[in-house]
């Protein structure tokens, strides 16, 4: 029986899309916000005040934004069986930090005095010239964990064989990643919430993974008329 471990630390890309939200940011883009349109002419009532006229969401990055990582470890046993076979038991698991997390900001809140409503809700931003404000920042851990089993058998009479069964589960804080920060995932419930101890299921967890491949040879057919004798000839004409 032999066994196996191992441990590494792997680094992630800060992917480009996220530097590319500022090209969202006033005054590369404005809304301008219709309330109540008519189907005649839909832009009659466009508001052109500060507060719901031509405005923009305001996308930021942390400046302390960094690299997400992981630890990964796994530990196997291997066991020899008769007829070249062998079994194989492990586990593998992953630890992510710092995956990117979207904050939005500057929704509308509570005012003394004001009965909250759809139709006011832009006099209720904090920040009433924009819409809503939202920064990007390090701030999911995700777990990964999996129990692997593997009979092997080596190439023998011209058949290998390997069957590989996996039972696994992932989960986070959030689900998302650098390159998916604009496709709506991955936005915390609050817009104060950096680090939160709920934790779900990932859209990519696969529970089980049951894969099967072999490698056959052919054997080495050749006719038999194919082998010719290897001995010189002699020819010669008698006198």
């Keep these: 029986m032999r066994s196996r471990g191992g441990h590494g630390v792997s680094f992630g890309a800060i992917h480009p899309l996220l530097y590319q939200r500022a090209r969202f940011n006033p005054p590369d883009l404005l809304l301008v916000q219709v309330q109540f349109p008519s189907l ?13 006229g031509k405005r923009s969401e305001i ?49 509308g809140v509570e005012v003394p005095g004001m009965v909250a409503a ?9 920040h009433p010239n924009y819409l809503q404000m939202t920064s990007a920042l390090n701030g999911v851990t995700a777990y990964f964990g999996a129990l692997q089993a593997t009979l092997a058998r080596k190439l023998s009479y011209g058949l290998a ?23 709506g995932t991955g936005v915390a419930q609050t817009a ?4 939160s101890d709920l934790k779900g299921v990932t859209k990519f967890d696969s529970p089980h993974s049951l894969t099967a491949g072999f490698n056959y040879e052919f054997p080495d057919l050749r006719l038999a008329g ?14």
């Design 40 to 52: 005649l002419d839909p832009l009659a009532n466009a508001e052109e005040s500060s507060v719901g």
């Design 59 to 107: 996308k930021t990055m942390d400046p302390d934004l960094v690299s997400p990582y992981s630890h990964v470890y796994s530990l196997q046993i291997q066991q020899e069986l008769p007829a070249n076979f062998s079994l194989t038991l492990g586990y593998v698991g992953e630890r992510t930090f710092k995956l990117p997390v979207r904050l939005v900001g500057n929704r």
């Design 118 to 126: 759809t139709g006011n809700i832009d006099a209720r931003r904090p």
């Design 161 to 183: 064989l390997n069957v590989r069964y996996r039972f696994s589960k992932s989960i986070s804080t959030g689900d998302t990643t650098f390159a998916e920060i604009e496709t």
């Design 192 to 195: 104060n919430e950096r680090n």
């Design 226 to 239: 194919e082998a010719h004798d290897s001995s010189p000839s002699c020819w010669g004409a008698g006198a």
